[in-house]
């Protein structure tokens, strides 16, 4: 059973940085990709940041500059830094995954950790 396990959330003042990691329990290159979304009370949850088996990553518009998405493949790890950090950046920061199970596509998600940027 693949499992996601976030840690790293916290309280933070606005322009302040945390970094957020998720581990999972198989080796992650195995993963077509991994990432992390982001859901506040009330809102959908959205896109963060994608990283690729080929290293190619993507970001949503609003954190594009500030926040950056990492791997260690050796720890099974993927990490979010989070810079200048927003009060819009409040939300439960969920890790991601979509891989191959039994020659089918199979979706996986972790229990997430909150995120609240405050003063």
């Known amino acids: 059973q693949v499992q996601l396990v976030e840690s790293g959330g916290g309280l933070v003042q606005p322009g302040g940085s945390l970094r957020v990691s998720c581990a999972a329990s198989?080796?992650?290159?195995?993963?077509?990709?991994m990432g992390w979304y982001r859901q506040a009370p009330g809102k959908q949850r959205d896109l963060v940041a994608h990283?690729?088996?080929?290293?190619?990553?993507n970001y949503a518009d609003s954190v594009k500059g500030r926040f950056t998405i990492s791997r260690d493949n050796a720890n099974n790890t993927v990490d979010l830094q989070m810079n200048s950090l927003k009060p819009d950046d409040t939300a439960v920061y969920y890790c991601h995954a979509v891989g191959n199970v039994l020659g089918t596509v199979a979706t996986y998600w972790g229990q997430g950790t909150q995120v609240t940027v405050s003063s």
């Open positions: 198989r080796n992650i290159l195995s993963f077509y990709f």
């Open positions: 990283i690729f088996r080929n290293s190619s990553t």
